[in-house]
């Protein structure tokens, strides 16, 4: 169960391409509370890009950079849908303050549609060579990291109004 004061966190997590971004968008718009996307946070923060963090730090930096941006977005006061990057649940650290923190949504999609989704974006550093064995190596890393959210949905086949319908219902249970 979680706790009442993290009524006002949405945490959104899931792989890259399962529609963070958008369901976070129309999830703010829909209750009137602030988006904010931790990739995007993490560059503003740190004035670059994740691309270029990614080559001139390397991945494990990046990761810190994003467990202090994230556990930033999480204890701020006003309600906000947060989008999270794929690998933001890599770290217990990230996931740990994410369940204490606000009501977790896992976003699950087929890899196929991933790929569809994500083939033509080259500012992805973990999809660098050939996207689909790519997808398929990260999908198999990944399997089972999703599984500790609150709610989980599978994106595949729903509009993503679809997904913020089954997303609010699943909020306002969780809390009543």
Not at 18 to 45: F, M, N, P, Q
Not at 55 to 69: L, M, N, P, Q
Not at 143 to 154: L, R
């Amino acid at each position: 169960m979680v706790s009442q004061a993290s009524r006002d966190k949405l945490i959104l997590i899931g792989f890259m391409g399962t529609g963070k971004s958008s369901v976070s968008r129309l999830l703010a718009d829909k209750l009137g509370w602030l988006r904010l996307d931790a990739d995007e946070e993490i560059e503003r923060a740190e004035g670059r890009t994740i691309p270029e963090i990614f080559a001139s730090d390397g991945e494990e930096a990046f990761r810190a950079i994003e467990s202090r941006v994230l556990a930033g977005l999480i204890n701020r006061k006003e309600p906000i849908v947060i989008a999270t990057g794929g690998g933001a649940v890599l770290r217990e650290e990230n996931r740990e303050a994410m369940l204490g923190g606000g009501f977790v949504v896992a976003l699950a999609c087929s890899a196929e549609r991933i790929i569809a989704r994500v083939k033509a974006d080259t500012e992805r550093p973990l999809l660098q060579g050939d996207v689909e064995s790519r997808v398929h190596a990260l999908l198999e890393q990944r399997k089972g990291i999703y599984d500790f959210a609150h709610f989980s949905i599978d994106t595949t086949e729903l509009t993503v109004e679809q997904v913020v319908e089954n997303v609010l219902r699943e909020w306002k249970l969780h809390f009543n």
